[in-house]
């Protein structure tokens, strides 16, 4: 079961939270059919998405992230509930270039680094809150530290992995995010930056310790106070009514050829397996 953990320093300037990631990351390589350098692409997206998703606390609240960077991709759009249930979706699953120099999967050349992340906060009855940066580099954990920086002004450290096996299947994914609070000294910024080098690639920790020895390994020094556990999943939230509604909104001209051709409609989600069939009577 996929998890978030999220502890904050003693003195109270650190706040983290790490998610593993693996059965969210696998469920989506395999609904997609993802190529390795997608899967990693989507993967981290959607445990950025499922911290930050976990964060509005609110009821019926969701996050929608949306990365478009001009790559073979194509666009990320990736939704998490107030929980951190997160679907995604991408449009090229796949896609594929070759990989780095350095052995890795090549993700910011997949997705591209001409672009914007931009990120949608709905609570329910406000206007929806909207925030975009521009990409910096598609390699997705760079682009949301950005995000953090330039959006919401908070110093933020944050990295994501998916790890991909030969077969394409998932060993390992997840990351974390660590922000420091107002007020933190400045010394603490060097502090967290070393115990992020230290420990490295996020998906070897993961692998061997979870998500508990990805927290202490960021966290070294800091007596870090678990705040809060939460078991997060892929999850979508379509349902029959919601896509009678969907069909039920497009253009009256639209929703008449339908009827006339007196074919049933057959609508399948994006984000799932799920398939969903109108009788024109139901029109
Ligand atoms: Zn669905």
Redesign the pocket.
């Known amino acids: 079961m996929d998890r978030i953990i999220k502890a904050i320093s003693e003195d109270g300037f650190v706040s983290i939270s790490v998610i593993s990631s693996k059965d969210i990351s696998e469920r989506a390589r395999v609904f997609h059919n993802a190529s390795p350098v997608v899967t990693a692409a989507l993967g981290r997206t959607l445990s950025a998405a499922s911290i930050i998703g976990s964060s509005l606390k609110k009821d019926g609240a969701s996050l929608t992230v949306r990365i478009d960077g001009g790559g073979p991709a194509g666009i990320i759009l990736v939704v998490s509930d107030y929980e951190g249930n997160v679907r995604g979706y991408v449009s090229n699953p796949d896609a594929d270039v070759p990989k780095r120099a350095d052995g890795k999967l090549n993700v910011g050349g997949v997705v591209g680094n001409d672009g914007l992340l931009s990120i949608i906060k709905d609570f329910g009855a406000k206007e929806p809150y909207t925030g975009a940066t521009a990409l910096v580099s598609g390699e997705i954990a760079e682009d949301f530290a950005a995000y953090f920086a330039s959006s919401e002004q908070v110093p933020t450290a944050c990295a994501f992995g998916v790890l991909v096996d030969r077969d394409r299947s998932v060993l390992a994914a997840g990351g974390y995010i660590v922000q420091l609070l107002p007020g933190a000294p400045n010394e603490l910024i060097d502090r967290v930056e070393k115990n992020v080098e230290v420990t490295g690639a996020v998906t070897d920790v993961l692998k061997t310790g979870g998500a508990e020895a990805l927290l202490e390994s960021i966290m070294l020094g800091f007596a870090p106070k678990i705040i809060e556990c939460l078991n997060v999943e892929y999850r979508?939230t379509?349902s029959r009514e919601r896509f009678l509604a969907a069909v039920l909104s497009l253009d009256k001209s639209e929703l008449d050829d339908m009827k006339t051709a007196g074919e049933p409609i057959e609508v399948c989600?994006q984000?799932?397996d799920?398939k969903y069939v109108f009788e024109p009577a139901e029109l």
């Open positions: 979508c379509c989600c984000f799932c799920a």
